[in-house]
């Protein structure tokens, strides 16, 4: 039985969701589950599928990515999923597919997803350095605050006598933030 795992980040992404739907359903899946959630969150449909594979069975997902957080989540999977005796089956890798069925399919996998790692780990190395190298250029200044920046509206709409809650709909900001903004001293 192909059974389908399917996963986007947030529900901004339903277009790549409804597309690997599609792909599972015409390699034949029979079974999909699926989610919208970040990698790094709980991921209870998968935890479901993983319990639902049987002896024989395929778990099929369209991407790598879609599936594990790292190198060592990855292999984590695929070692509950050899305990059953069930295959790793990943449609897009890199334009071929691949199947942890045979034993190069495994190395393959395992291959490229410590790639993948690295190319992570290199990535956000070089962004540190970039930034260490701003900020001493004087030209960084990080994410600008979003809340703070409408501080002079919230006092405003407080002089008014508007409650937080009523300040904070108004702005499309939260309560808490309204109530961080009124409780630091004001600026001169």
Same mark, same amino acid.
């Given at each position: 039985?192909?059974?389908?795992?399917?996963?986007?980040?947030?529900?901004?992404?339903?277009? %790549?969701?409804?597309?690997? +739907?599609?792909? !599972? $359903? &015409?390699?034949?899946?029979?079974?999909?589950?699926? +989610?919208?959630? @970040?990698?790094?969150?709980?991921? #209870? *449909?998968? +935890?479901?599928? $993983?319990?639902? /594979?049987?002896?024989?069975?395929?778990?099929?997902?369209?991407?790598? #990515?879609?599936?594990?957080?790292?190198?060592?989540?990855? !292999? %984590?999977?695929?070692?509950?999923?050899?305990?059953?005796? /069930?295959? !790793?089956?990943? !449609?897009?890798?890199?334009?071929?597919? /691949? #199947?942890?069925? @045979?034993?190069?399919?495994?190395?393959?996998?395992?291959?490229?997803?410590?790639? &993948?790692?690295?190319?992570?780990?290199?990535?956000?190395?070089? *962004?540190?350095?970039?930034?260490?190298?701003?900020?001493? #250029? %004087?030209?960084?200044?990080?994410?600008?605050?979003?809340?703070?920046?409408?501080?002079? *509206? /919230?006092?405003?709409?407080?002089?008014?006598?508007? *409650?937080?809650?009523?300040?904070?709909?108004?702005?499309?900001?939260?309560? @808490?933030?309204?109530?961080?903004?009124?409780?630091?001293?004001?600026?001169?």
């Amino acid at each position: 039985m192909l059974i389908g795992y399917r996963r986007s980040s947030t529900s901004e992404q339903v277009a %790549g969701y409804e597309a690997q +739907e599609a792909m !599972l $359903l &015409a390699t034949g899946c029979t079974r999909l589950f699926g +989610e919208m959630t @970040s990698s790094v969150a709980q991921r #209870d *449909q998968l +935890e479901a599928a $993983l319990q639902f /594979v049987r002896e024989g069975d395929t778990l099929v997902v369209c991407k790598i #990515d879609r599936l594990a957080r790292s190198t060592t989540d990855l !292999l %984590g999977i695929v070692a509950k999923l050899e305990a059953k005796s /069930v295959a !790793l089956r990943i !449609l897009d890798f890199g334009g071929s597919e /691949v #199947d942890t069925k @045979s034993p190069t399919g495994r190395m393959l996998l395992t291959m490229f997803a410590a790639v &993948a790692e690295w190319e992570l780990a290199t990535m956000r190395s070089r *962004q540190k350095i970039g930034i260490a190298k701003a900020k001493a #250029d %004087g030209r960084y200044r990080g994410r600008a605050p979003t809340a703070r920046r409408l501080a002079p *509206q /919230v006092y405003e709409l407080r002089s008014t006598g508007l *409650q937080a809650g009523d300040i904070a709909a108004k702005l499309g900001m939260s309560r @808490s933030s309204v109530y961080r903004i009124l409780s630091e001293p004001v600026a001169a």
